[in-house]
């Protein structure tokens, strides 16, 4: 499982490491699941290609504001 994390609010770099880490451990009790953290104005599509037990998280863009 990949989860998928958009901040709404303005993180500085640690305080996002250290909920990308707070989140990894709480998830990976005994999985191999990933957590990506994303910006909030970040276009994103996840793909499940069933075939090859990958799952891949493809950035479309960052919007311009």
């Given at each position: 499982?990949?989860?998928?994390?958009?901040?709404?609010?303005?993180?500085?770099?640690?305080?996002?490491?250290?909920?990308?880490?707070?989140?990894?451990?709480?998830l990976n009790?005994g999985g191999?699941?990933?957590?990506?953290?994303?910006?909030s104005d970040?276009?994103?599509?996840?793909?499940?290609?069933?075939?090859?037990?990958?799952?891949?998280?493809?950035?479309?863009?960052?919007?311009?504001?």
């Open positions: 499982m990949i989860l998928v994390v958009k901040s709404g609010i303005k993180r500085d770099a640690y305080d996002t490491q250290k909920l990308h880490d707070k989140i990894y451990k709480e009790e191999r699941n990933q957590v990506v953290m994303l910006p970040c276009k994103y599509d996840v793909i499940n290609d069933y075939n090859s037990k990958d799952i891949k998280v493809i950035i479309k863009g960052i919007e311009k504001g």
